[in-house]
């Protein structure tokens, strides 16, 4: 018997002619992929990272979240989107004094991100849509995105966005976690969370730990609540072990199986409102002013 | 009769020890750029780009308002902070349908910032803050400064930070501005306020528009509220000119001198307030946990 | 209920101290990580790309092969292996013509693997095995293994190797195939078998044709045989477009399942033999003769 | 009151039907850029550096010089020129042994000055000069020069000058000077007269030095006499600090207020001299011999 | 009485209609090189680089023997060929530990050697053989061709070839070579005579040695043979120090000139097999599948 | 019988202490480039490139007087010089419209001839000269010192020199010429004048023309007296096809083999001269001024 790390669920539906449809990029045949391209699907890309997460998660965290939340929001909508193979090594320097982490250099991870884009740009796709599941990826994604926006002529609009930040999310923060400003930084009460309602088997709750070493406003970070407590929008990132102990900044032993679904739910609403609007948009061309 | 770009005044002041000092890195010679070095000050790099900015101001307007926002500043706290000379072209690819606009590659504008803080750090300089004035640096100068922590192992913190962005700045704008959502996204109420204050010689008020073409949510950018109405934080930029026809978007004509005024005393004290905050930043070692 | 693209199987098996051991770095904690690093495992890296297999196969071919193999090999042997997360976009600028392909700038895929390796010699792992699934990787993954070899200094070993040129497939491949040279050579009767024996859901064998279009000697490949009939080592390799109407070139009509199965093995049975020899390989010391 | 750093001087002129004329890219609205290039206006780019320039001289030596020659030369001929913004951080990598000084890699800087032009040229401009006030940017500029030529296929006509090897300053040079050979290489008694000229407040005489360590002649510069006393032509630049104790190198203690105004007439004029060349060169179209 | 280091002899031979010919580019004048490329003649260009051979041989065997070989056999076909100069520092890096060598960064070699031949196919060369003397070279080189196809967009043929790899050698190594498996790695029996064959004043036999230190079988390597006894393909690469004391790997003291003339004699027919493919080969035009 | 491009004359000859010397680095074993290294020896490096010269002259031209010039200056000093292998594939875009005309990427050269640079410092040589043979390399090559100077920390000194911009070649241009200043600047009585001393064979003096369109002053190059007629140093250089017709830029028909054989042997002196003011030269160490 195999280990077969691919499932074989879910992976295509019916649409409404009665036909099986495939959602997942990889699995078409180069046909399929054609044709998903010129029916205007929008290509949707998780982007992660590999990096310590505690003693309770494994370094997976933010791959698997990205990841299955991406799964999950395109396969109910195999119509509109389709499912790109996630880009999983990410930009992680300040994170290497924790063994687990990988990191790629900053140019060649943005590069790379790119060339993805550029290649689906290349076959047609003119909506796409970066999910990001590590912080520290936002800048670089960013910049993938606009190069891919700024190098296709504006012929594609290349949208990038981390998963806590999308609308549903954002107002489910609100009201559903139970920590205080810095309580969802990172391998948090967010994460775990999410993490629990996907693989509870790889989590061990009995090492989850509250670590909130208190540092300056500009090196606080809150996944729900925003950057900083005192709504700046200062950048500055020392290195993660000058932070923590134990890896997590946030409060770990908040996390519940029940927010791990309420905010997976929201995070795949989410991610289709982003879809639906990237597929709906129209934007007037440009005009050459010299 | 001379036209000297570089004004004579405040280019010093007495300290307490009644010893006159510089505060303009560029004015110092090489043993008062040793000593600055050595007394702890945090050096302060504006960072902007030249491009459009509607029929009303000069391209000039992020470089005007970073530049003059950091010179007040250190001007007024000499003991705590050095002005080190702003690169004024940055990276802007999308405006080039607008005649003026200079934009640099975005792994060279990344380089080009990091190695003038690298060139600081090898002098001993250990805070840095690069305070910017375009939209689109941010994630350019988020890497450079991420860059400059990496490479110096930890040794310098380098953060970076909007003038629209520092904390003083965002709550005068809740209450002092009279655009809507959107009102303040370029060349608009805010950058033109300061603008006023700064240059009125060089304004074209009769030339200002309310410019504000209806675009998908995801595209929506403001200043002083924030990237998006609903609150999500995706990232996407298409060509500027597919979003403006006279290179403004939002309400320039909604600007006044005591706006700008009011704008710009916030900003100043933005800075200082981050000068202090990271000169008083003390985080822990960093430990290798293999 | 979920898509869970990662199964819940054979993640772990029991040791001979009867402590359950976890064979894939992605689930690991980072102390996990790290023990996993000072008991000597060896790093397996399984690297591929997406592109067109014919009509009859997925676009990932490359990467469902590459990544079973290693996965199931590895899970035999985890007190002496580690199973790396697999890079799938890789090098294939020329399979552009077809729909589906994604292809990285070939600096950028080396650096990318590159730093993947460094990053797991900089947490103490000292060999590491690349098993790439892709022809057109060979020459980068040696460039990125090498590149590990020196800039680790020679601390680290680092081999790359494709899994149908491990010995014992290369031995079965003279006696199993049905096909003549050059029938296997892409999505050919060796991939075919190898994709049916793992996913045969996904292959439409119908679909699946000989295509042989006779090309110069220079031109031609064969993954069992070695890369021209006769004998010699040129490297030459034109658009795909242009060798191949349907994507394939060989066979794919000879594929089996039980073939499949047989390949599957004598691949898995190689890498096991690979990382044997790597984790069992002492070398003499450096000698500076200066 | 403010600092002002732009000062509100001559920015304008009256042209000869009666309007005003800006001469400053940076204080253009767009459509003035725009005009200003098909005017056919040829765009000057002032470029220097921050480094040590002895105990007397403050580290903008290069910058004000190079911007001020530049300002001047392009304020009295608008209708034939645009002062663009300097770049003023350049490559000095040998004198960071001294603090103060900034320094930009080679190919940063390279490629930052032509991505500078090439927006210019972008926006129409088909005559750039590059002027120039450090010695070690003369050979990146040239590069960045000749790339412009290239890249725009020949389009556009870049050249880069330094402002002490402009014919009426060289021949200025045989007669005004006191000291011999070698006394004009390095905050010397040609920079530090020009600095006296421009900005006497911050030049500290009594602290002005002569300073002619002996050297081999491959090491010989003389900004005014040619790189080396016999003639021949080597290039080799060894770290600064092996070279000098003060920074200078040359006779600052010779430089007067006169002097500097002598040499920045005649500065000014060769600059004109090649705007007017520029302008009004007219080359062979290419020809292709395959 | 002078050195001139590029013989007279054989610079020319008479074609079919009594004309001379040139063969070697370098020695024609452009309108000659433009006469060559209109004919359709195939570019060979050797690639080699310096590094020690053992203690009787000198640095530049891999440059000795490309660079004959290919002169030799584009002597005999003039009207068919052109010998390009070779390029002869190439890439080493892992025998820096032995003085002499000397090694060009990875991607720098790589995009030389592509810039030499995209300037060949600037001026018309459709056929481009890259003959490498140096087994390090190999995937670099493989690179530069792959590169030169598809930066033409198909249209220019680039293959690359090591000597010993060419059909003849190949054949001939198996029944002339004394030595056994691994007999003939590195300035070893068949590199040592070819030497002799070429220039028998600068080999000193005497010290020639068997050194076959034994290493695990992914570090095997052997010229003739293939890469490893076992039949795998797995590459590896250690630090060369730690793999030889004398440079030499095999058998160096089976070398003989008999042997040296014969390879010499089935490299140069291989090589113009090579040439007469290539410049026989047609092939299909590429297809957009979009 | 064998077309041998490297003569056997004078590679070697007998030192004072009556033993046979070796002066070409790529006839050395690595033991004996180890001592030449230890003994001191300066490490002259020959670089050019292949471009049109002209009817009259083979595109290689540069390559063999530089390769000459460095041969027979160093044969005459092996005790104090080591002759490296030429780089002769070199920095030429602007000749791209003349068939033959072989460039490398700016960069790409820069760090090429760097690399062989750092090669040898890595060996042990501390003083190195680079003579170049094209006049466009002049600043890539300068780049290439001075990096090779910085990258070593100032341990090893790199010079850069133009054959004609010896001391003793400019001297005996202010005699020896015929043509007045424009006549020697490509292809031209200099350069002409040197080929028929070394390779007459090669000449065809009845396809010499004299070539001068008239350019603006920006444009014009003399090899021997300098570059612009009115004495200023502005650096500009448009595409050659658009300068000439045939490729020559002066006046061929003045060269004659008896000039030849007198530039060259000033040629050679004035390396030999710049080989011993290295040897010679010391300077004092670096200073940390901080």
New interface residues.
């Given amino acids: ?11 295509s539906k019916t649409n409404d002619k009665g036909e099986t449809m495939k959602y997942r ?10 044709a998903a ?1 010129k029916a205007g699907r929008v290509a949707v890309l998780p982007v992660a990272t ?11 965290v933010d ?2 979240l990205a ?2 939340i991406c ?2 929001a395109v ?1 109910r909508i195999p119509e509109e989107a389709v499912l790109i ?1 996630a ?3 990410g930009y992680s ?2 994170h ?17 991100v790119k ?2 884009c550029l ?2 740009a ?3 796709f003119t909506r796409i849509l970066i999910v990001n599941g590590h912080g ?1 990826n ?6 993938s ?3 891919t ?2 190098e296709t002529e ?1 012929r594609v ?6 998963h806590w ?3 549903p999310v ?2 489910l923060g609100k009201t559903l976690r139970d920590s205080e400003f810095g309580g969802t930084s990172h391998a948090c009460e967010y994460e775990t969370s999410l993490y629990l309602a ?2 509870p ?2 989590v ?1 709750m009995d090492k989850a730990v509250d670590e909130k ?1 208190p ?5 606080q970070t809150d996944l729900l609540a925003g950057k900083r407590a ?10 993660w ?3 923590t ?1 134990s ?1 997590v900044r946030g409060d770990a032993t908040k996390a519940t199986v029940e927010k791990g679904e309420a905010f997976l739910e929201a995070a795949i609403e ?1 991610v289709i409102e ?1 879809v639906r ?2 597929k ?2 129209e ?8």
Same sequence: chains 1, 2, 3, 4, 5, 6.
Wanted: glycine share 8%.
């Fill in positions: 018997m195999g280990s077969l790390i691919f499932s074989k669920t879910l992976f990029y990889s699995e078409m045949t180069w046909p399929e992929c054609n391209a590999y990096e310590d997460h505690g003693y309770h998660l494994p370094i997976d791959v698997l990841t299955e799964d999950r396969a193979p880009v999983t090594h320097p300040h290497m004094d924790f063994p687990g982490t990988i990191t790629i250099a900053w140019d060649t991870f943005i590069k790379y060339d993805v290649s689906l290349h076959h047609g520290s936002t800048s670089p994604l960013d910049m995105a606009r190069l926006v700024v504006g609009l290349c949208a990038a966005v981390n930040g999308v609308r954002r107002e996907l693989r088997d790889l061990e070493i540092v300056p406003a500009s090196f005192d709504g700046a929008t200062a950048n500055l990132m020392p290195f072990s000058s932070l102990d890896g989410g982003l609007e990237l709906g948009a934007i007037r061309p440009r005009q050459d002013h010299h």
